[in-house]
């Protein structure tokens, strides 16, 4: 095995996909499993369609490329609203996409007539965490617009994010809002809108507390079945497992060192000037892994007597004095990631990205 590594317990990430996906079906509510906290991996993709997941979303067309031509079975949706330059190929990578802009939903019509292709498209709506969407006054206006549309994007309803720029936890009456906004496009447009769908994983609170409005009938999800925890809420999803996910590294040295800095300190190399506090002589071991693979301060060392200290690009540096095992070069150590970690060792191709 090569290190570091993020290491993907399939078992677990199945059976929290599996929880989801029953809560969610007794509710009569769709799961669309979002596969960009592994970098849209087909092998995650594959777990959601094992799951019974109805589509794969992911904000990349990079990733969903990778799914499409990994023979994956599951619709695919853009969920980061797409750019103008990307629309020719959104059209022949996925099936449906999250759009706010009336400019490209009408350009990516043109270009879905033009290839002979549909294309479904969700009005993204902002019902107040001030990322992106229609505000809920353009809607008359913007639907009115939707009339031209030539027959290539067939608008199939509506959707929100929620926490994601401002941290603007879902409510009830939010999500009624964002049923309402639905309705009034439909009502304007003359045709049937079935789906309004909510994301991510902030949602699933209200979900399971039975609070959902009639009409929500989808939810993105990503994060709860990756790591079992819910962010927004922070809580730990008390029926999803949140050991799926380990980030392991190699120690390449260990020894004793003080714990103050011989010399001048000046800035480090991320431009920070580091505090440090005499606690005299410690016993450090560096890890073969460093800022370019992960977010070090959203990991969380699975022994609990070891300590973070610092990092720089591509050295982590730990306090293991407490430790009960004696680490010597060659070790392995490792860290529970949180969603901000998973991201980043994900996309650092130096990461090693093991299902097992
Ligand atoms: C990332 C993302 C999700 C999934 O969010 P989680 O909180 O990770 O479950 C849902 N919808 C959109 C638009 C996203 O970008």
């Known amino acids: ?73 599951l619709p695919r949706q853009l969920i ?51 990322r992106e969407g229609f505000w809920p006054t353009e809607l008359p206006e913007a639907a009115r617009e939707l009339k031209d549309l030539k027959g290539g994007v067939k608008i199939g309803g509506v959707a929100a994010n929620f926490a994601c720029a401002c941290g603007v936890l879902p409510t009830p009456g939010n999500m009624a809002r964002l049923v309402e906004c639905r309705d009034v496009i439909a009502g304007i447009v003359g045709c049937e809108m079935p789906t309004v769908s909510v994301g991510g994983t902030c949602c699933l609170k209200i979900i399971e507390d039975g609070l959902a409005p009639e009409g929500v009938n989808v939810l993105r999800i990503c994060e709860g079945v990756l790591l079992g925890t819910d962010t927004a809420f922070d809580r730990v999803v008390p029926y999803l497992a949140g050991d799926a996910l380990t980030v392991t590294a190699e120690v390449v040295e260990c020894r004793q060192k003080p714990s103050m800095p011989v010399g001048e300190v000046g800035y480090q190399a991320f431009g920070e000037k580091p505090v440090f506090i005499d606690r005299g002589l410690r016993k450090r071991a560096i890890l073969a892994i460093g800022r370019q693979d992960v977010n070090i301060d959203r990991i969380t060392p699975l022994d609990e007597n070891v300590e973070i200290v610092t990092a720089s690009s591509d050295h982590l540096i730990v306090d293991v004095t407490n430790a009960g095992v004696m680490y010597k070069a060659g070790d392995l150590m490792s860290f529970r990631p949180r969603y901000p970690a998973m991201l980043a060792c994900a996309t650092s191709e130096y990461v090693e990205v093991i299902f097992e």
Not at 102 to 128: A, F, N, P, Q, Y
Request: hydrophobic share 40%; charged share 30%.
């Open 1 to 73: 095995m090569r290190y570091p590594a993020l290491i993907v317990d399939k078992e677990k990430v199945l059976n929290n996909a599996r929880a989801v996906a029953e809560l969610c079906r007794s509710r009569g509510i769709d799961v669309w499993g979002v596969a960009k906290g592994l970098s849209g991996d087909p092998r995650l993709a594959e777990i959601y369609a094992d799951a019974g997941f109805r589509g794969i979303c992911d904000s990349r067309l990079h990733n969903l490329r990778k799914i499409k031509d990994s023979g994956s079975s």
């Open 80 to 130: 980061r609203i797409a750019m103008t330059s990307e629309l020719r190929e959104l059209a022949v990578t996925a099936e449906m996409s999250l759009q706010s802009d009336i400019g490209t939903i009408k350009e990516l019509d043109r270009i879905c007539v033009s290839s002979g292709v549909s294309h479904e498209v969700l009005m993204m709506i902002d019902v107040g965490d001030l």
